[in-house]
């Protein structure tokens, strides 16, 4: 099993839909909006590198993401 934290910037207009919508990831066990450098982190467990890398993709085309980085570890 894979922990990671996927920090997301957003457009800020589109914070809470953009929280919506990671939200509905079954990897994803909290997600919340912070202040500051980052709008969205999301806490997920994830069961390898790849699937990881999948749903990163998959969050950097949701609208009004600029962009993500993501903290792995096992």
Not at 47 to 70: A, F, P, Q
Request: glycine share 2%; charged share 30%.
């Amino acid at each position: 099993m894979l922990n990671a934290c996927v920090l997301i910037k957003t457009i800020p207009t589109r914070i809470e839909e953009t929280l919506s919508e990671v939200k509905k990831f079954r990897q994803v066990k909290k997600a919340y909006m912070v202040f500051g450098r980052w709008d969205i982190v999301a806490l997920m467990e994830v069961s390898e590198y790849k699937e990881l890398k999948d749903i990163t993709s998959e969050i950097n085309r949701i609208k009004g993401v600029r962009s993500t980085e993501t903290l792995a570890s096992t």
